[in-house]
């Protein structure tokens, strides 16, 4: 898919030009691929090919893939290119421990709720509805990031939304996984339900419930597969692991059975 600077860039010459940053729409677009996968984890950036899918240049494409290492998506191997980050048992533990810790500050800040940051929730929670109905499953990972990236800006804390976007990347991965773990049980309509509970309690200013009913969703039954290695996994996070029977002491490297 081919971005343009939403009606204000321009084509020139195949390449995206005009007022709005070329890295930025770059950096957006890779992000999009990252979320939902068409860049998987692990995957090799190439760059030429990918820069004339998109349509920037080369150098835009090099300077989004700067941005995004950064935002740890992506990973520069010396003499061999750029990838799509390789989360790992240790980098899930991490970043869903960090987002459940964020996620419940913001609740006990931001609710009650009201006005124009509520609104932004509630059409977080229209969108995913809507591609729910649509049947849509490409857009779970970027619906679930959104209404939870404007759960954490219930809190109106500049900082708490600056370090929930430090980690936005790594968790649009893991809710990608966890929707592929549970699509078979839960339908995107009972996905979209449950988060349709939360916007519920945040309406009726409950944050002890809003936290009952966050706790109560299932954000890591990824970990009953094979997706992540547990080769650097500390006793922490093979404890997390374990209570889900994804790994044990006596696991290999790649997290299966020795």
Known sequence: MQR????????EGGLIDGP???????TAELC?????GRLAMGAHVTEHALAAEIGVGRQSLREALRALESRRAIVHVPRAGSRVVQLTLQDAFQVTTVREQLEALAVQQ??????????????AMDAMERNARAGDETR???????????????AGND?????YAAIALPVAILMRLNRQAQAEAESLLERAARHRRVV?????????????????????????????????????ALAWAGRLGRVDRGSSPDGSAP
Request: charged share 25%; no cysteine; glycine share 8%.
């Open 200 to 236: 519920d309690l945040v309406a009726e200013g409950h944050p002890d419930a809003v936290l009952a009913e966050l706790r109560a969703h299932h954000t890591a039954a990824y970990l009953l597969g094979d997706h992540l290695s547990a080769h650097d996994a500390s006793d922490d």
């Open 110 to 123: 931001g609710v009650p709720a009201n006005g124009e940051r509520f609104e932004r929730l509630r059409t």
């Open 159 to 163: 900082h708490l939304n600056a370090a």
């Open 140 to 154: 779970a990972p970027h619906d679930g990031l959104q209404f939870h990236t404007a759960l954490v800006n219930l």
């Open 32 to 36: 999009d691929r990252i979320i939902d």
């Open 4 to 11: 343009t600077a939403r009606g204000r860039g321009r084509r």
């Open 20 to 26: 709005e940053s070329v890295t930025a729409i770059a």
